[in-house]
């Protein structure tokens, strides 16, 4: 009998989170879906300074100690996306690409998503100069003219963060004035790197395989002028002009308000019974951290309340993770790195063996030599064969970039990892050791069904850095589809570290695919959108 929740949280951040951290701890059968990375938008704050009793902590810290938390109560996660729910009988379904999940009580907690400014250029140079993500891309505009869109609190602190990389930062505001407080603002105008452009839109972004141009219209004048770099550099455009809820699935259920926000009552409660709203994707006056771990108090409280109610499915125990001892200190892995592998990888039923050729510069196999070292003290489950560069045994086509990981199964290549899988990608990494090793994840049968008819080779190279929070999902829906059919080979590649592939390809935004070495795609892909375009090839 399939297992059913108590309540499904859809969405990882800061209210799905507590959500999760009440109900774990209450001993309610928990689990939380999150398409990205754990954390929703406030992981990729820099500095979070008005949450009561915390001084100063980064958004990522945060979300880091509040998933650890509810993680320790016993509560679920998964990494997919849900794509149909179905909430008005009294077993709720939710639908994502690789499966069902069942629950008696779900939880909207799925936050908001960046808008859009539609002018001429947006989404021809999206991925290629303009971004969303200051985080992710910021790197690849080092000593170059950057341009952040937006008066709030976002876009200065993501201008101020972005002055590490450029050498210029221009601030481009429709408002006569900041939007935010007044201190954040301050800090913007004392930081001699930024340029600040009020009463101003951007009306084009134009260029070549890059963007290269902006053109910035003075609302008071009503005067167009075109920017460009010295030498015609390629420049960035980090968006930041709000952002609007994701209820485009629950609008036929749901009842939402004029913008799509979802309406509760004090209760978090929506119009359907035992359907809870939280967070910033719920209609309210003030969105912030401590409102939104409020929200998330609040809807568990009102499940807790009615739990009894419920059915009892038994579940094993989850068995204790041991931390490795005191004595063999590692440097790359932290205590949750190490309960993931841990978990993941004693469920395989044998050792697995996974190939390291070495480059031939010895200098350049220090750091994934060190990942081998460590991970071994971790797991015995996993044995790495080290082999030269020059070895007869893996295919020299595939030798390009090392050092380099190959997952291979039934003497054939699955799975290249020319990255030490580490930050973003050390999950992405585990996912592929346990799927083909141990057991396949299961997708839904249209989507698998397309997988498998699939009849020509198909190389997907994934350009990726390990700070991308949005790298990884792209890299896991590639794995998914690789490991369901032979024609395709998958190869990740740090681009950080092959900076011959970015340039190659122009590579200034992340995750970025290349197929079949000609064709480039940037942007987060689900496994439909992925298949899609592979499909097309």
């Not at 398409?35 to 300074?49: H, Y």
């Not at 709030?152 to 900041?178: D, M, Q, S």
């Not at 030498?231 to 009842?255: A, H, L, R, S, W």
């Amino acid at each position: 009998m399939a297992k059913i929740y108590d309540a499904i949280i859809i969405g990882g951040g800061p209210a799905g989170l507590t959500s999760g951290i009440y109900g774990g701890r209450a001993k309610l059968n928990i689990l939380i879906i999150e398409k990205d990375e754990i954390g929703g938008q406030i992981s990729l704050t820099e500095e979070v300074a008005n949450y009561p009793g915390i001084f100063k902590i980064s958004g990522s810290q945060l979300i880091k100690n509040m998933r650890e938390q509810a993680k320790n109560f016993g509560v679920d996660f998964i990494k997919e996306k849900v794509i149909k729910v179905d909430l008005l009988n009294k077993i709720k379904k939710i639908t994502t690409e690789q499966g069902e999940y069942e629950g008696y009580n779900i939880i909207i907690a799925s936050g908001l998503i960046h808008k859009e400014l539609n002018f001429t250029g947006e989404r021809e140079y999206r991925g290629k100069g303009i971004s969303y993500c200051s985080i992710c891309d910021g790197e690849f505009f080092a000593d170059k003219d950057i341009f952040v869109v937006g008066a709030g609190y976002a876009a200065c602190e993501e201008a101020i963060f972005l002055t590490r990389y450029g050498k210029k930062v221009h601030l481009i505001a429709r408002e006569p004035e900041f939007t935010c407080a007044k201190t954040i603002g301050d800090k913007v105008f004392a930081n001699n790197k930024i340029e600040v452009l009020f009463n101003s839109e951007v009306v084009e972004v134009s260029g070549d395989k890059l963007a290269r141009k902006i053109k910035i219209k003075n609302n008071i004048s009503g005067e167009i002028k075109e920017y460009s770099s010295i030498n015609n550099e390629n420049i960035g455009v980090f968006i930041f002009v709000g952002q609007k809820p994701k209820t485009e699935i629950y609008k036929d259920q749901i009842k939402l308000d004029e913008d799509g926000y979802i309406l509760t009552d004090e209760l978090m409660k929506t119009n359907i019974e035992k359907v809870f709203a939280v967070g910033d994707i719920r209609k309210k006056s003030l969105k912030q951290v401590v409102t939104a771990v409020a929200d998330g108090a609040i809807a568990i409280n009102q499940v807790e309340e009615v739990s009894d109610e419920n059915p009892r499915i038994e579940t094993s125990q989850v068995e204790e993770v041991k931390i490795i001892e005191e004595d063999k200190k590692l440097n790359l892995f932290s205590e949750d790195m190490i309960k993931n592998i841990k978990e993941n990888l004693e469920k395989l039923s044998e050792k697995t063996e996974i190939i390291l050729v070495k480059s031939s510069i010895e200098e350049e196999n220090k750091n994934i030599l060190e990942f081998i070292n460590e991970f071994k003290q971790i797991t015995d489950k996993v044995q790495f064969n080290i082999l030269e560069s020059d070895n007869e045994v893996i295919d020299k086509k595939l030798l390009e970039r090392l050092p380099a990981f190959f997952l291979k199964k039934d003497n054939n290549i699955k799975i290249k990892y020319s990255i030490v899988p580490l930050g973003q990608e050390l999950e992405s990494f585990i996912d592929a050791i346990r799927e083909i090793y141990g057991e396949k994840i299961e997708v839904r049968e249209n989507l698998l069904n397309r997988i498998k008819k699939i009849d020509k080779k198909i190389n997907v190279k994934i350009g990726v850095s390990l700070k991308c929070t949005r790298c990884s999902q792209t890299v896991k829906v590639n794995q998914i589809i690789v490991n369901n059919n032979e024609n395709i080979s998958l190869e990740i590649i740090d681009v950080v570290t092959h900076k011959n592939f970015k340039t190659k390809y122009d590579i200034v935004g992340v995750p970025a695919m290349v197929i079949d070495d000609k064709n480039l795609y940037f942007g987060q892909m689900s496994l439909e959108e992925m298949i899609e375009i592979i499909e097309k090839q």
